[in-house]
């Protein structure tokens, strides 16, 4: 069940290709019968991971293995299929997945589904995909992107927080365009100007500020694969949390979520009881505390 958890959590942390490989191990290790309503639900995540990596061969593949397995009086095949024409329009195939979204509407309606809002889904994914230039639109990341070097760049008399903060939001744009490299310079600047002590006294090193750039730099180094320096600056984010806890409401998720995080690299740098002893703090406090 291990290879579940792990591979959940890079699935999260954009680690697409890590994910598909635990995932694999789980079904082989564990003699998963392909029949298995466990293995079509895992096929269909890998399905979606290969997608995400634009390995749209790939997805049909683990879709296709899914839905041999599959009639259409399984509401799986609703989801299914609408993962399909996600496919198909990425390929900028609108026909192929207008159909596929079509399908899905009709798998729902045959089943008398009383759910409007779940069916609607899939009548407005046919509608946006056919009226605005045949594709679904997804955020606009890159103009974000832009407004926020804007500011840096045209001198909006920011703050140092301010400066800082905008930095920040630069670095999570490029982290959501898979630009972790460059993400990564912009964080390690943003928090070097808290360290070296540019910021005129208005926060210090302990500030939560600190706290979210050794995460955000700990993401990118995962990703990067220098799993030993991820390490280092989440544990650094551990003990400025520790020092220095941040308002009440956010500190537990945050605190399970780096725990999640440190367990994810004991794990990849082989030390499976520090993974556990990190995982029992994550759980601890989850099920301790509440939130949303």
Known sequence: MIYIHVAFIFSNLGCYEK????????????????DNPEAKVIHMI???LYHHLSAYDNAFIHYGIVLSLLDETNLLSIELYNHIGDVWNNM??????????????NI???????????NSIYERQINDTDEHHRSI????NETQLKNYQCQLNDGHNLTSVQ??????????CLMRKGDSHQALQIFSKAKQMIISGQLDNEINSTSIRCVDLSYQIGLCLMKKGDFLEAL????EAEQIIIKDPPVWDRFPQLLATLYDNIAILYFLLHEPFEALFMW???NDIKTNFSYG
């Open 137 to 140: 639109i997804n955020p606009d």
């Open 232 to 235: 280092n600056s989440l544990l």
């Open 19 to 34: 994910a598909i490989e635990l995932y694999n191990k789980y079904l082989l290790i564990n003699y998963v019968s392909i």
């Open 163 to 172: 400066r800082i903060d905008v930095f920040y939001q630069i670095g999570i």
């Open 46 to 48: 890998i399905g979606y």
């Open 108 to 118: 729902g309606s045959a089943n008398d589904i009383k759910n409007l809002v779940e």
């Open 280 to 282: 029992k703090k994550s």
């Open 92 to 105: 900028d195939n609108i026909d192929h997945a207008i159909s596929c979204y079509q399908q899905a509407l």
